[in-house]
């Protein structure tokens, strides 16, 4: 399979700009799709307590910002204050988080990680880790100015996606 991906790699150049687009767009797709699925699998990191990607990513973005609030973290992720509430509910039964309110202010609500919400973080953070090794070392082949290329397409996406949802909303 790497091989198919570096032939395609190698081959970029001889596309005209319409394929470089179409193949751009159908890789991102393949890319949503794949993430996607792993949306739907969850994990057992050894406590026999199903943790969903989703979960994971709630618990990394309490653990790295614990004086945030429900709203920031739901800014964070992308997501409704909605869904975080009913993310927040399940991994509050699964023993990972806890809600913790701040003195003197009624509204806000912080997240504070429990002994198995930290060590889910650390399971994590890991993971991340390794998945980000790739990455760098493909970065560190690049240029400042090609990685602000590739960092304004994704930016293009990421509106097009927001143009998408409002499409369908």
Same mark, same amino acid.
């Given at each position: 399979?790497?091989?198919?991906?570096?032939? &395609? @790699?190698?081959?970029?150049?001889?596309?005209?700009?319409?394929?470089? +687009?179409?193949? $751009? *767009?159908?890789?991102?797709?393949?890319?949503?799709?794949?993430?996607? #699925? /792993?949306?739907?699998?969850?994990?057992? *990191?050894?406590?026999?307590? $199903?943790?969903?990607?989703?979960?994971?990513? =709630?618990?990394?973005? #309490?653990?790295?910002?614990?004086?945030?609030? =429900?709203?920031?973290? #739901?800014?964070? /992720?992308? +997501?409704?204050?909605?869904? *975080?509430?009913? @993310?927040?509910?399940? /991994?509050?039964?699964?023993? +990972?988080?806890?809600?913790? &309110?701040?003195?003197?202010?009624?509204?806000?609500? =912080?997240?504070?990680?429990?002994?198995?919400?930290?060590? #889910?973080?650390?399971?994590?953070?890991? $993971?991340?880790?390794?998945?980000?090794?790739?990455?760098?070392?493909? =970065?560190?082949? @690049?240029?400042?100015?090609?990685?602000?290329?590739?960092?304004? +397409?994704?930016?293009? /996406?990421?509106?097009?996606?927001?143009?998408?949802?409002?499409?369908?909303?």
């Amino acid at each position: 399979m790497q091989t198919k991906k570096l032939l &395609r @790699m190698q081959q970029v150049d001889k596309l005209s700009l319409d394929e470089k +687009v179409d193949s $751009l *767009i159908g890789s991102g797709i393949r890319i949503l799709n794949k993430a996607y #699925a /792993l949306e739907k699998k969850p994990v057992d *990191i050894g406590h026999g307590v $199903l943790l969903y990607p989703s979960e994971f990513h =709630l618990i990394e973005t #309490a653990g790295k910002n614990p004086a945030e609030n =429900l709203t920031s973290i #739901a800014s964070r /992720l992308g +997501v409704t204050k909605g869904a *975080i509430s009913q @993310m927040v509910k399940k /991994l509050e039964k699964k023993g +990972v988080i806890k809600k913790v &309110r701040v003195p003197g202010n009624k509204k806000d609500i =912080l997240l504070e990680l429990t002994d198995f919400g930290k060590e #889910a973080f650390e399971w994590h953070k890991s $993971l991340h880790e390794s998945m980000e090794t790739g990455i760098r070392k493909e =970065l560190e082949k @690049m240029s400042d100015a090609e990685i602000e290329t590739v960092l304004r +397409v994704y930016g293009h /996406l990421e509106g097009m996606l927001d143009l998408c949802m409002e499409r369908y909303r």
